[in-house]
């Protein structure tokens, strides 16, 4: 009997080893770290300033920086909430309606911002945000009369808000509150006049201080058959 419990006691004395899980991994990942210039100015404009414009061709990053920022603010409890719009205006021919309900509805126009969300913070912590009201998904029809404070907001793809719509946005925004305002005034999908478009003159005429990240060609890092489309497309004037 001694003997056995002299065996038990040596297996409790020694050193516990913890191993990482994906699960935890996925909650502690590591900083962003800018894969050219322009992200780091982006990177930076984020971490000094309440409001933020950023424009470019697709694969620079734009989206997925915003998204990336949220998921690390919201999991590291420095905003209350994470709020994301965009204007359901289509960039090809209509499938017609969605069904479901109006969340619904809009979840398929977000879904590049929620991606990289859950990417992120992984599905199960971001499907618990989005049931506990942490993460919301605000359409255009449903926003007037709003106040967003102690919260992210990112409107993507702006350059398809109308004047009206932009403004309406724009003075939703309440305290302690931070707007990431993302989108390519080359890739509108309206007939009128970019609300992007407006409010850029808007910042840069009554110099407000905004910054306003403008990204190139030479920033595409999607891949470089993304980048090699984008020149040719953009030499081509299509």
Known sequence: MKRRRARL??????????????????????PIQPMTARQAEYLEALGSHPQVIVLGPAGTGKTYIAGTRAADLLRQRRVA????????????????????????????????????????????????????GDIEVVPFEVMR????????????EAQ???????????TRIGDDTQVIINGDVSQTDLRETSG????????????MPIPIVEFGLDDIVRSGIC????????????
């Open 196 to 207: 992007l478009r407006t409010v850029i003159h808007l910042v840069k005429s009554r110099m």
């Open 227 to 238: 980048a090699e489309w984008v020149r040719a497309f953009e030499e081509a004037r299509v």
């Open 9 to 30: 006691e040596l297996v409790d004395d020694r050193p516990i080893r913890v191993h990482r899980t994906r699960f935890e991994e996925e909650r502690n990942p590591p």
């Open 81 to 132: 909430k994470v709020v994301i719009t965009r204007p359901n205006v289509p960039s090809g021919r209509s499938l017609g309606f969605f069904p479901g309900t109006l969340e619904d509805k809009i979840a398929p126009w977000v879904a590049p911002l929620t991606e990289t969300m859950k990417e992120r913070m992984g599905d199960g912590a971001f499907e618990i945000a989005v049931k506990a």
């Open 145 to 156: 009369g709003r106040t967003f404070k102690n919260c992210l907001v990112i409107l993507d």
């Open 160 to 170: 398809n808000t109308t004047p009206a719509e932009i403004k309406m946005f724009l």
